[in-house]
């Protein structure tokens, strides 16, 4: 007799309540398959969904869970274990994937392949996907999928939990291993990837890399079938906020949009220009699915003429949701307030349209229902940070990876592309042509400054745009008309001095009415503010990352408030104005930098069109007043830009008399991308993996590893699949250096936050205490960070929150934000 009635999947915490594992499986089996339904898997969806805890019948998980969750009793059980000291040690994940591997292995052809496709998704289930090839600096390389594949019944209890299993759902899974569609939808998958890589050889880079990520997003719809309906037993009231895809049709989201567009009347000449490009994107959402780029330079209005685009072909294609995919958190704050204030006007229910995700504080800094939507993903239309993107991709664990089912059938909408990181290009290359080819995904590129991303090499990974697929009609002809400054290049050999820049600032912003100088560093904003300060009585702001976004808001309200009313204005910042912020001043001055970022600059001069053409000033500093050599992307972005610049000087007909128009940015990148070539498929050092390599090559062929493998048993592993997936996901940051957010005291708001958490008991469950501090924080950089904790400036809130505070308010200032240097009276928070 099977034993499948005492045969336990999770325990519910609050009241004992008991889920059995034969509904576990069931329920998981049934969501993994309408997941990957989406990409035309939904049998092998269903099949890693029913075995993926098949382990779990054993005798030894059942007296360890019974353990831990109070089942049996210690002084009384016999069979009671000490649970703390198996935690993570009982083997469930290996015997589903164990009885996959064998019963297709056998098979011959391509049968093995999928094998090992299904095996690694079930094996991983806990861990994030593990190494089919080791590369790990401390050993030497090994086939670690075979040696699970081959690991001793005694620990997996594969024969015990075939013994145990309900038979329902061992006919189940025979059964679906036994479906010829197993095999050829995997094979038909596979076969579309090759004919579509540019070797169109299976062993290539690019196709290896478009298996993986097959994989992955396999992976995806097992891990967010499991996690949900875990999460749904263990509490049944949370799973009544869910979704589940039951969304407001988009014909009335649609027609939200446009009741607001109707409302926007022209108040400048540029707004009919804007009503033009809002058109074309209206037009464009009738064409089929694929790649698109938008190119519109700055101030053309791209965010609501992008949602038009978005919804319409949502609605067109039967598609499941958008995703805008945007660099910074202060734009996705900016252009989700836009958007949710008209997709969820009065009488919608707040967040049941627009889902905001962004790297928070904690995990769980967000109220319950926000945190169960974001983590997978489950709204019509998300605003999420270009690194929350990349994580989904390529990050490691489980929880980015449960995500990327939903970047299937999806518009995906990437603003400012042109911030890519460098060393993502090639892997974010070959993740757009898969999401596109594979998911049936349509991706739009939108930027005033297109990077060329289909002109890299091949090989390694360019994204495939077919011709005609640019949304706007005549790209050069809406650059001409919105066209609304004068680009003055003022290179001096050695340099401008600061002081020479501060007295070009104070007289632009006498002449013009207001002056914008945008630097490249912190460093340098402080002191060209100071300076400025010094010499005119005009008012002078400062902006930077050191201030939290509540102060950044409250200094361009009133930046902003002073440019409507022309009121003389300078303001010294950081780059961190040129992407999306709307300000308009009369002229700017930037420091030498890449050609995207000059471009972004001029989007804050002349926005609105004024009859006058405002100038932008190109100035470079001398090199011992701002120290790149710890930034190459400015330092070589810089040098190109300056080679651009200095041909349109001899030929500006050659660029169509404009520094910052297509021509001269394709040139740009041109030069950019070759000089970062070797750059772009992400490097990795001896320290991290044990060899030089790349990121790129673990995710794809993985010829380093492979050979080494070679070379220490005299034949190549005898697996097809030979990627390193987790050594490759711990390998890789989104950002080079990753900052954490500090809770500072800016104004009586950021004091009395930081207040109440420190009062609270359990300060990290206080989501919405604790998405208003995000308003309030400040992201520091590890070495920065480091010198605080240890001088006790910055403190956790409560131990063991990882939630962190400065605790000493002289060290935030209301000129410069959060410092290392003291200033003022000392006042001590949570004390």
Same mark, same amino acid.
């Given at each position: 007799?099977?034993?499948?009635?005492?045969?336990?999947?999770?325990?519910?915490?609050?009241?004992?309540?008991?889920?059995?594992?034969?509904?576990?499986?069931?329920?998981?089996?049934?969501?993994?398959?309408?997941?990957?339904?989406?990409?035309?898997?939904?049998?092998?969806?269903?099949?890693?969904?029913?075995?993926?805890?098949?382990?779990?019948?054993?005798?030894?998980?059942?007296?360890?869970?019974?353990?831990?969750?109070?089942?049996?009793?210690?002084?009384?059980?016999?069979?009671?274990?000490?649970?703390?000291?198996?935690?993570?040690?009982?083997?469930?994940?290996?015997?589903?994937?164990?009885?996959?591997?064998?019963?297709?292995?056998?098979?011959?052809?391509?049968?093995?392949?999928?094998?090992?496709?299904?095996?690694?998704?079930?094996?991983?289930?806990?861990?994030?996907?593990?190494?089919?090839?080791?590369?790990?600096?401390?050993?030497?390389?090994?086939?670690?999928?075979?040696?699970?594949?081959?690991?001793?019944?005694?620990?997996?209890?594969?024969?015990?939990?075939?013994?145990?299993?309900?038979?329902?759902?061992?006919?189940?899974?025979?059964?679906?291993?036994?479906?010829?569609?197993?095999?050829?939808?995997?094979?038909?998958?596979?076969?579309?990837?090759?004919?579509?890589?540019?070797?169109?050889?299976?062993?290539?880079?690019?196709?290896?890399?478009?298996?993986?990520?097959?994989?992955?997003?396999?992976?995806?719809?097992?891990?967010?079938?499991?996690?949900?309906?875990?999460?749904?037993?263990?509490?049944?009231?949370?799973?009544?906020?869910?979704?589940?895809?039951?969304?407001?049709?988009?014909?009335?989201?649609?027609?939200?949009?446009?009741?607001?567009?109707?409302?926007?009347?022209?108040?400048?000449?540029?707004?009919?220009?804007?009503?033009?490009?809002?058109?074309?994107?209206?037009?464009?959402?009738?064409?089929?699915?694929?790649? #698109? =780029?938008? $190119? *519109?330079?700055?101030?053309?209005?791209?965010?609501? &003429?992008?949602? /038009?685009? !978005?919804? +319409?072909?949502? @609605?067109?294609?039967?598609?499941?949701?958008?995703?805008?995919?945007?660099?910074?958190?202060?734009?996705?704050?900016?252009?989700?307030?836009?958007?949710?204030?008209?997709?969820?006007?009065?009488?919608?229910?707040?967040?049941?349209?627009?889902?905001?995700?962004?790297?928070?504080?904690?995990?769980?800094?967000?109220?319950?229902?926000?945190?169960?939507?974001?983590?997978?993903?489950?709204?019509?239309?998300? #605003? =999420?940070? $270009? *690194?929350?993107?990349?994580?989904?991709?390529?990050? &490691?664990?489980? /929880?980015? !990876?449960? +995500?990327?089912? @939903?970047?299937?059938?999806?518009?995906?909408?990437?603003?400012?592309?042109?911030?890519?990181?460098?060393?993502?290009?090639?892997?974010?290359?070959?993740?757009?042509?898969?999401?596109?080819?594979?998911?049936?995904?349509?991706?739009?590129?939108?930027?005033?400054?297109?990077?060329?991303?289909?002109?890299?090499?091949?090989?390694?990974?360019?994204?495939?745009?077919?011709?005609?697929?640019?949304?706007?009609?005549?790209?050069?002809?809406?650059?001409?008309?919105?066209?609304?400054?004068?680009?003055?290049?003022?290179?001096?050999?050695?340099?401008?001095?600061?002081?020479?820049?501060?007295?070009?600032?104070?007289?632009?912003?006498?002449?013009?009415?207001?002056?914008?100088?945008?630097?490249?560093?912190?460093?340098?904003?402080?002191?060209?503010?100071?300076?400025?300060?010094?010499?005119?009585?005009?008012?002078?702001?400062?902006?930077?990352?050191?201030?939290?976004?509540?102060?950044?808001?409250?200094?361009?309200?009133?930046?902003?408030?002073?440019?409507?009313?022309?009121?003389?204005?300078?303001?010294?910042?950081?780059?961190?104005?040129?992407?999306?912020?709307?300000?308009?001043?009369?002229?700017?001055?930037?420091?030498?930098?890449?050609?995207?970022?000059?471009?972004?600059?001029?989007?804050?001069?002349?926005?609105?069109?004024?009859?006058?053409?405002?100038?932008?000033?190109?100035?470079?500093?001398?090199?011992?007043?701002?120290?790149?050599?710890?930034?190459?992307?400015?330092?070589?972005?810089?040098?190109?830009?300056?080679?651009?610049?200095?041909?349109?000087?001899?030929?500006?007909?050659?660029?169509?008399?404009?520094?910052?128009?297509?021509?001269?940015?394709?040139?740009?990148?041109?030069?950019?991308?070759?000089?970062?070539?070797?750059?772009?498929?992400?490097?990795?050092?001896?320290?991290?993996?044990?060899?030089?390599?790349?990121?790129?090559?673990?995710?794809?062929?993985?010829?380093?590893?492979?050979?080494?493998?070679?070379?220490?048993?005299?034949?190549?592993?005898?697996?097809?699949?030979?990627?390193?997936?987790?050594?490759?996901?711990?390998?890789?940051?989104?950002?080079?250096?990753?900052?954490?957010?500090?809770?500072?005291?800016?104004?009586?708001?950021?004091?009395?936050?930081?207040?109440?958490?420190?009062?609270?008991?359990?300060?990290?469950?206080?989501?919405?205490?604790?998405?208003?501090?995000?308003?309030?924080?400040?992201?520091?950089?590890?070495?920065?960070?480091?010198?605080?904790?240890?001088?006790?400036?910055?403190?956790?809130?409560?131990?063991?929150?990882?939630?962190?505070?400065?605790?000493?308010?002289?060290?935030?200032?209301?000129?410069?934000?959060?410092?290392?240097?003291?200033?003022?009276?000392?006042?001590?928070?949570?004390?």
């Amino acid at each position: 007799m099977k034993t499948t009635d005492q045969a336990i999947a999770h325990v519910r915490e609050k009241d004992r309540g008991i889920q059995s594992l034969a509904d576990h499986l069931i329920g998981v089996s049934f969501l993994s398959r309408c997941h990957a339904g989406k990409i035309g898997l939904s049998l092998q969806g269903e099949l890693i969904g029913l075995l993926h805890d098949l382990g779990k019948y054993s005798q030894e998980f059942q007296t360890y869970l019974q353990s831990a969750t109070g089942l049996l009793n210690p002084d009384d059980d016999e069979d009671f274990v000490d649970s703390q000291g198996l935690k993570g040690k009982v083997d469930h994940s290996s015997a589903g994937a164990q009885l996959v591997w064998q019963t297709l292995a056998k098979q011959g052809q391509l049968a093995p392949i999928v094998g090992q496709i299904l095996g690694l998704c079930i094996a991983s289930h806990h861990s994030g996907l593990i190494d089919c090839l080791t590369s790990d600096p401390s050993r030497s390389v090994e086939d670690s999928f075979t040696k699970r594949m081959n690991k001793m019944d005694v620990r997996t209890h594969l024969a015990e939990a075939i013994d145990k299993v309900d038979e329902a759902i061992l006919a189940s899974a025979r059964d679906l291993l036994a479906q010829p569609e197993l095999i050829q939808g995997i094979q038909s998958r596979i076969r579309e990837i090759v004919l579509a890589s540019p070797e169109k050889n299976d062993k290539s880079i690019v196709a290896q890399q478009h298996i993986g990520l097959l994989v992955r997003m396999l992976f995806s719809c097992l891990i967010d079938a499991d996690r949900i309906d875990t999460a749904d037993f263990e509490s049944p009231k949370f799973a009544e906020q869910r979704l589940r895809g039951e969304y407001a049709p988009w014909a009335s989201l649609i027609g939200r949009l446009e009741k607001h567009l109707e409302t926007l009347q022209p108040r400048h000449s540029i707004d009919h220009l804007r009503q033009d490009i809002s058109r074309h994107c209206l037009e464009g959402a009738e064409r089929g699915k694929g790649t #698109y =780029t938008l $190119s *519109v330079p700055t101030g053309g209005g791209k965010t609501l &003429a992008s949602l /038009r685009f !978005a919804l +319409r072909h949502a @609605q067109k294609h039967k598609m499941d949701r958008v995703i805008y995919v945007i660099p910074f958190t202060s734009i996705i704050d900016q252009n989700a307030e836009v958007v949710r204030g008209i997709l969820e006007p009065a009488g919608v229910e707040p967040g049941s349209v627009v889902l905001e995700h962004h790297s928070n504080l904690t995990p769980e800094a967000q109220t319950w229902r926000g945190k169960i939507l974001s983590e997978n993903w489950d709204a019509p239309v998300i #605003y =999420t940070t $270009s *690194v929350q993107f990349l994580e989904t991709l390529f990050g &490691a664990g489980t /929880r980015g !990876a449960r +995500r990327m089912h @939903q970047l299937a059938n999806a518009v995906l909408i990437f603003d400012e592309i042109q911030t890519l990181p460098v060393n993502c290009v090639h892997m974010f290359n070959n993740a757009i042509n898969f999401l596109v080819e594979q998911c049936g995904s349509t991706v739009v590129l939108c930027t005033a400054t297109q990077p060329l991303l289909d002109k890299v090499d091949a090989k390694k990974g360019a994204i495939r745009i077919p011709d005609g697929n640019e949304l706007m009609p005549d790209v050069k002809k809406l650059f001409d008309d919105l066209k609304r400054v004068e680009v003055i290049h003022h290179h001096k050999p050695g340099g401008w001095g600061m002081e020479e820049v501060t007295c070009l600032a104070v007289e632009e912003a006498g002449r013009a009415g207001s002056c914008l100088v945008i630097v490249n560093t912190k460093n340098s904003a402080q002191t060209l503010y100071q300076l400025c300060k010094a010499q005119t009585s005009i008012p002078v702001y400062h902006l930077s990352t050191n201030m939290c976004p509540a102060h950044r808001k409250s200094i361009l309200a009133e930046v902003r408030g002073r440019l409507e009313r022309r009121e003389p204005t300078l303001c010294v910042s950081t780059q961190l104005i040129e992407a999306g912020v709307d300000v308009d001043f009369g002229a700017v001055i930037r420091f030498t930098a890449g050609l995207d970022s000059i471009a972004q600059a001029a989007g804050r001069c002349n926005r609105n069109g004024r009859p006058e053409p405002g100038h932008v000033h190109v100035v470079n500093p001398r090199p011992e007043d701002e120290r790149l050599d710890r930034l190459p992307d400015i330092q070589i972005g810089k040098e190109k830009a300056e080679w651009v610049l200095a041909d349109y000087a001899e030929s500006p007909e050659r660029f169509a008399d404009s520094p910052i128009g297509p021509e001269a940015m394709r040139l740009y990148y041109e030069r950019y991308f070759f000089a970062r070539a070797t750059t772009m498929d992400y490097p990795l050092g001896a320290s991290q993996i044990g060899r030089s390599d790349t990121l790129l090559n673990l995710l794809s062929s993985n010829s380093l590893a492979t050979d080494a493998y070679g070379r220490a048993h005299d034949i190549a592993p005898n697996i097809y699949l030979r990627q390193s997936f987790m050594a490759a996901a711990k390998a890789f940051k989104a950002i080079d250096t990753p900052t954490q957010g500090v809770i500072v005291p800016y104004s009586q708001t950021g004091a009395d936050i930081i207040t109440n958490l420190c009062a609270a008991y359990l300060p990290d469950k206080e989501f919405n205490l604790l998405r208003r501090a995000q308003q309030f924080s400040v992201n520091v950089f590890p070495q920065v960070l480091e010198r605080l904790l240890k001088a006790r400036i910055v403190q956790e809130i409560q131990e063991g929150t990882g939630i962190l505070f400065l605790a000493d308010s002289r060290y935030y200032s209301d000129e410069f934000g959060l410092s290392e240097t003291p200033e003022g009276k000392m006042e001590v928070l949570c004390g």
